[in-house]
């Protein structure tokens, strides 16, 4: 009988570590809808933040003066750079 009782809480050890395992959400944290609009509302958002700040700014200081994330940062500077509206300046970012 001794051995029953070890297999059986073996058992139930292993499924209650499949349980915890299997209820983990795997959502991508900071994911970023793109869309035209939606770029081009990341790209006034980096935009204002520059021409509020008149200086050249890093893509971290921009996504904390825009609040919004980094990625969202690096998406509106696409569409700035492919518009001739930014530079880059020792390795900050500024408007031409």
Avoid: H, R
């Avoid at 200081?61 to 998406?75: M, N, Q, R, W, Y």
């Amino acid at each position: 009988m001794t051995e029953k009782k070890a297999t059986k809480a073996a058992t139930t050890k292993k499924s209650t570590a499949a349980k915890k395992t299997a209820t983990k959400k795997t959502a991508v944290k900071g994911s970023v809808v793109l869309n035209a609009e939606n770029v081009g509302f990341k790209a006034g958002d980096v935009y204002q933040a520059l021409a509020t700040a008149e200086k050249p700014m890093s893509v971290a200081e921009i996504a904390k003066s825009a609040k919004i994330t980094e990625d969202e940062v690096l998406v509106g500077m696409g569409w700035l750079f492919k518009e001739g509206k930014i530079k880059d300046e020792d390795d900050k970012v500024v408007l031409a």
